[in-house]
């Protein structure tokens, strides 16, 4: 029994487990990172289609309309490695001389000094940055269509008082667009979390890499053979976090909804 | 609030219209307006639906920019540029500062959902007048106490009724110590029993001497509270005077039509 127990807590301790058990901060970094960006994108991408000015109105409807049909798994992919491509291709078209060139052997990038080394933290950046981009386009059309709901005449009102065109907007238009916006939200912040899975795309050792890792049969020479195909248990792990995330996630939008909606839904609770 | 003074001929003009144009379309709605309101005068707008008196209020404050003609606040012209349809506002600074001085209660009240009735009624003067906080929610609080919703404060407009709304909205533009009152057929989206609580505000007003300019199909309320009365028809003055003029000497056929209509209506 004893020895039960101190084999399970020194397992479950081991370093391996332990790096586990941080990795779970880059999903949840993802996650928040990447949603706060998809709002920013999308409050962006709505005003780009709100515009006066049909250029700006083309780039917010194209943004929304192709981002939105992209697999993510692909745009995973496309987006970091085209962004750390072409920084390569901007630093080597600054530094780089004949004789670097000359002295480098593969093929890209033209020559060693241009090289640029992503880490972890900077993977990280490019997925939130994915995720961002990605959700920013179906954030765009929910908070395209938030803004619509707003009723006209308050807005009217508001310019009727004398406010200015960024005070109406910021005031009035996007304070009460959250309500309309929320549940359309809530639905692409669950799809970014889902998305949070493809870290390991981006060669970030994420949760999901490792519960495939420790989930493996685990064979030792000293100790011969630790355990065999566990993954299932592992993955079980993931599935309670997940659901854990989903249900902290709605008690949180109920929390806004309810903040944000005060005075416009329904007063129930006073 | 304000002294009441005597409406006399040379008293200051606080609005002239010039000459207002406005069309929607091909739709020609105003055909060429104009009209001086003074100090303290109480002027309503009357006329069948369609016949632009509700455009007309709104060229006031520019929420229509009018297509040809001026509009004049306190003697000071309203900067617009480009011709016809293609007119716009032509100095945000200026119209913000005089949209600032003209308190406009709407038909459908639209106070601003997500804000308290106190806070809508600060908002203004504190946002846009950038005024002083304790002296604004003092100012805020003696105005509802005055159109009689004190103890509403600190509920949201969707807690209130109709008419408690519009008393809200009307407590709103006074906070602004408004040149001038503009009103939107203040109570036609109002049950009849809710009506008469919004009148006795206005009325109030109109007896402190405050320049006001109404909206209305109410044709009682009209002869009782007003100093002249403005019957437009197809976008243009069939008739204008005083109440008794207007309404116990009409001259024109239309308007006689429309007050029988009104009447039975």
């Not at chain 1, 994420?206 to 053979?225: E, K, M, Q, S, Y």
Request: hydrophobic share 45%.
């Amino acid at each position: 029994m004893f020895d039960d127990i101190a084999f399970w807590v020194s397992y479950l301790t081991n370093g391996k487990h332990l790096t586990w058990y941080a990795s779970f901060q880059f999903t949840i970094i993802a996650a928040l990172l990447g949603g706060a960006l998809a709002v920013i994108f999308g409050l962006t991408g709505a005003t780009l289609k709100n515009s006066r000015f049909w250029p700006l109105r083309m780039i917010g409807t194209v943004y929304s309309a192709i981002v939105r049909g992209v697999p993510d798994v692909l745009f995973f992919l496309f987006f970091p490695l085209a962004f750390e491509q072409g920084v390569e291709w901007f630093v080597a078209s600054q530094v780089c001389t004949p004789e670097m060139i000359a002295a480098q052997s593969a093929p890209w990038p033209p020559c060693k000094e241009a090289n640029w080394f992503l880490g972890t933290p900077e993977y990280l950046i490019l997925a939130s940055v994915s995720l961002g981009l990605v959700y920013g386009a179906f954030a765009t059309n929910v908070i395209h269509g938030a803004m619509r709901s707003v009723p006209a005449g308050q807005l009217e009102a508001a310019r009727a008082y004398g406010m200015s065109e960024s005070q109406v907007l910021w005031r009035v238009h996007i304070r009460q667009m959250w309500v309309y916006a929320l549940p359309g939200l809530s639905n692409v912040w669950m799809l970014i979390i889902k998305a949070t899975s493809l870290l390991s795309l981006l060669q970030i050792a994420d949760i999901v890499l490792w519960a495939d890792r420790l989930g493996a049969p685990n064979f030792l020479p000293t100790v011969g053979l630790v355990h065999d195909d566990w993954r299932w248990r592992y993955y079980l792990v993931l599935f309670v976090f997940y659901i854990l995330v989903t249900w902290l996630s709605e008690r949180a939008f109920d929390a806004i909804t309810r903040r944000v909606g005060r005075g416009i839904l329904s007063e129930a609770h006073g | 609030m304000k002294e009441v003074e005597p409406v006399t001929s040379g008293s200051t003009p606080v609005v002239e219209l010039r000459n207002l144009h406005k069309s929607f379309g091909d739709l020609e709605v105003l055909k060429g307006i104009s009209f001086i309101a003074r100090e303290g005068e109480v002027i309503s707008l009357i006329g069948s639906s369609g016949s632009g008196k509700s455009t007309l209020l709104r060229c006031i404050n520019m929420l229509e920019v009018p297509n040809q003609g001026d509009v004049l606040i306190d003697g000071e012209a309203i900067v617009l540029k480009g011709d016809a349809h293609h007119r716009q506002i032509g100095d945000e600074g200026q119209i913000r500062r005089i949209r600032s001085e003209l308190g406009m209660v709407f038909q459908s009240f639209n106070l601003w959902a997500h804000m308290t009735v106190l806070e809508n009624v600060m908002e203004a003067p504190l946002i846009v007048q950038k005024r002083n906080r304790a002296e604004v929610e003092a100012e805020a609080r003696a105005m509802l106490d005055k159109v009689g919703i004190g103890s509403k404060a600190d509920a949201y407009p969707s807690q209130l009724s109709g008419g408690q709304q519009q008393r809200a909205a009307i407590a709103r533009a006074l906070c602004i110590n408004p040149r001038v009152m503009l009103f939107d057929e203040p109570t036609s989206a109002l049950d009849p029993e809710l009506e008469q609580e919004v009148l006795r505000v206005i009325k109030l007003l109109a007896d402190e001497g405050r320049t006001m300019i109404l909206v209305t199909h109410d044709m009682d309320f009209a002869r009782s509270v007003s100093d002249r009365v403005i019957f437009l028809h197809q976008g243009l003055i069939e008739e204008e005077g005083t109440p008794d003029e207007v309404f116990g000497a009409t001259r024109s056929g239309r308007l006689k039509q429309f007050l029988n209509a009104a009447n039975h209506g």
